[in-house]
């Protein structure tokens, strides 16, 4: 995973609330088999409407999404998660973030950053009005700095550490492969298993 | 004495491998249920990193988002999906029910139907309505793929602790209305941000008096109220279910597995840190008339005026005016399946409202069982023929126009009375306009050719 400590770029302003994950990409998009190529797809059917803020040439190049509030709700499809960053995004902002996206999110190095609902609001009305606000994110010192707002953001202490160095999650709990072990031999013999599979 | 708890609560403890401050709580994973869409990526993961799968024995395959439900031309792209599964499952020894083995079916439906779904679990897999087995008194949720990954490689989640939640539905439900009701009643009420970072306990004795199919409608669409997780506590109608199937206890461990079940109850006393108490009898048959599942009204209701921005828009995607009555809105096809709605007793309910009636001229129906072996049972009924005779389509097992992966689709513009659980724009197919209902008021629908519940039909 690239790791992530301090990120500064223009944004694009998504200003709706309960952006399902549909939206972000249609299912019709989730038949590839890789993890890369889904960025063409991103907002797949909103992007046909010319008058959508994506084709809006002065966000061209926005690497910080900032969205409504319950962005990414609905399915769990990481393949969202994929189209932004192909599509060069490097962090979102949001009041909320859906479970399952946030952790996406974060598992792929993408910064979810989630603020009290008027700074989200003042960052957005800032590049409604100058598209080439420029908003700068440093998880280091987990702050938002932009004209409009800077602010401090919350984010758990693991996750903030396995973004700042890239850490593989895997690795990471491998390192407590004994634990595991250990949990499972202690673990009861009548638990399902597929390995005694019944006839039905 | 110890801190009364929550049913979720005791099952976290359970599955605690490791546990520092700062960090989240290493949890074992006892069940992990994949599919062909979230699942290619995360086998690429375990080969670029050189791993294996640690616990094949806890893991369980099958296909269900991509697969045609009739016969026809197959989407190439989505058989190289459905073939990627195919070789996956066989390099890293995970059984997989694939298409024509009467084991396949919708992920969420066949689990419980193996008997493998049991109370106390943890249950994941990259779907969202993993919510499903929460039913069972299991602690089940959604992950993505990264998350597929690590699962596969060490059977073990890295996770927060969340939030609990209960819904208390007390009373008696008045007759007609189903447990899908009970469940867009609820949406209705706490709104699609209502549950986010929680898991929710569903409560009541209207709960305790559903079916198990009931209950698994109603954790099903849990995410849909923001929650990642829905669970009831396990009852003797759980055990009911359970008994005698492939993979349920015998004999001496059923007995104690009954032992252990029965003990994972929320304590009295114990304190979630939400609550929200719902009176059963102000429930009414519900149909959504939005493009999210909080936009749901009664069906004796009419369209509202917007409340906002996104009402508005949502108004103008399904191309609704306020002050239309829900009865009054005629869909030009009828839906029944999906992992909300897709089970022995769904199939049931709309055959019993369908024998003897036909569909409305020029209506399209179509009913696809939540699995091959939903639909030999609904066949050994002779359901099948209650619903072709009223002409509706007979489907085999899968997702289908749930979310439009494979042929079923909406055409843009085509209205849809469906018994899934996502009614946001495009869900169906590119434009598709989605309300969701119950069975009884899909089948009631598809005879009346406009929304009407059962009761409706014989006034």
């Known amino acids: ?200 | 004495m110890t801190t009364p708890t929550t049913l979720a609560e005791k099952v976290w403890e359970r599955h605690v491998v490791h546990r520092t401050d700062g960090e989240p709580d290493l949890l074992y994973v006892d069940l992990h249920l994949v599919h062909e869409v979230t699942s290619p990526q995360a086998f690429d993961g375990l080969r670029l990193g050189g791993r294996t799968v640690r616990r094949p024995d806890l893991t369980v395959a099958t296909m269900d988002h991509n697969v045609p439900t009739a016969p026809g031309p197959e989407d190439p792209i989505s058989v190289q999906q459905m073939a990627a599964l195919r070789s996956n499952c066989a390099e890293f020894g995970i059984r997989l029910y694939p298409t024509g083995d009467l084991g396949q079916g919708i992920v969420h439906v066949i689990g419980p139907q193996m008997g493998l779904t049991q109370p106390g679990l943890v249950m994941v897999c990259g779907d969202s309505h993993t919510s499903t087995h929460g039913a069972f008194g299991a602690l089940a949720f959604g992950i993505g793929t990264s998350e597929v990954e690590h699962v596969l490689a060490t059977q073990t989640l890295p996770q927060p602790r969340p939030g609990t939640m209960a819904i208390t539905v007390d009373g008696e439900l008045p007759p007609g209305v189903s447990a899908k009701d009970v469940i867009l009643g609820i949406i209705a009420r706490i709104g699609t941000r209502g549950g986010v970072g929680h898991v929710i306990e569903y409560r009541g004795g209207a709960i305790r008096s559903l079916s198990m199919e009931g209950r698994m409608t109603i954790c099903n669409m849990s995410i849909e109220a923001g929650a990642r997780a829905g669970m009831v506590g396990p009852d003797d109608t759980t055990f009911a279910y359970l008994e005698g199937r492939p993979h349920a206890p015998t004999g001496k461990d059923w007995e104690e597995a009954l032992d252990d079940w029965r003990s994972l109850q929320t304590d009295g006393g114990a304190a979630f840190d939400r609550e929200v108490t719902i009176d059963a009898a102000e429930l009414r048959p519900h149909v959504s008339w939005g493009t999210n599942p909080g936009q749901t009204v009664t069906i004796d209701d009419v369209v509202p005026d917007p409340a906002d921005e996104a009402a508005e828009r949502a108004l103008s995607y399904m191309d609704l005016r306020p002050g239309t009555p829900i009865r009054e809105i005629r869909p030009d096809t009828v839906f029944i399946g999906s992992c909300t709605n897709s089970r022995i007793e769904d199939l049931r309910e709309a055959a019993g409202i369908l024998e003897g009636r036909t569909v409305r001229a020029g209506l399209r129906a179509m009913v696809v069982p939540g699995s091959m072996l939903v639909k030999r049972q609904a066949e050994q009924e002779g359901l099948d023929a209650i619903f072709t005779r009223a002409g509706f389509e007979w489907r085999d097992a899968g997702c289908s126009m749930c979310l439009g992966m494979n042929p079923d689709q909406l055409s843009p513009g085509e209205r849809c009375a469906s018994t899934s659980n996502r009614n946001f724009e495009g869900r169906q197919g590119r434009g598709g306009r989605t309300h969701l209902v119950s069975p009884a008021v899909a089948a009631a629908t598809a005879v009346a050719g406009h929304f009407a519940t059962p009761g409706d039909l014989d006034a």
């Open chain 1, 1 to 200: 995973m690239k790791p992530f400590t301090t990120h500064t770029g223009r944004a694009l302003p998504l200003d709706r609330g309960d952006v399902d994950t549909d939206q972000i990409i249609p299912a019709q998009h989730l038949k590839r088999i890789e993890r890369t190529g889904f960025g063409p797809f991103l907002f797949g059917e909103w992007r046909k409407d010319p008058a959508f803020v994506l084709n809006d040439p002065r966000y061209a190049g926005a690497s910080v999404l900032i969205a409504g509030p319950n962005f990414g709700s609905g399915s769990s499809r990481e393949h969202a998660v994929w189209a932004l960053e192909d599509a060069g995004f490097r962090a979102l902002i949001s009041e909320r973030f859906a479970d399952i996206f946030r952790t996406n999110c974060a598992k792929i190095g993408l910064l979810p950053v989630e603020l009290a609902g008027e700074s989200v609001r003042a960052l957005m009305d800032a590049v409604l009005d100058d598209p080439a606000t420029e908003i700068t994110i440093d998880l280091r010192e987990m702050r938002v700095s932009a004209p409009a707002v800077d602010e401090r953001f919350e984010i758990d202490a693991y996750t903030r550490r396995r973004l700042l160095e890239g850490l593989d999650d895997i690795a990471l709990t491998l390192a407590h492969a004994e634990r595991i072990e250990a949990f499972e031999r202690d673990r009861s013999a009548r638990l399902p298993s597929m390995a005694d599979t019944r006839p039905a």
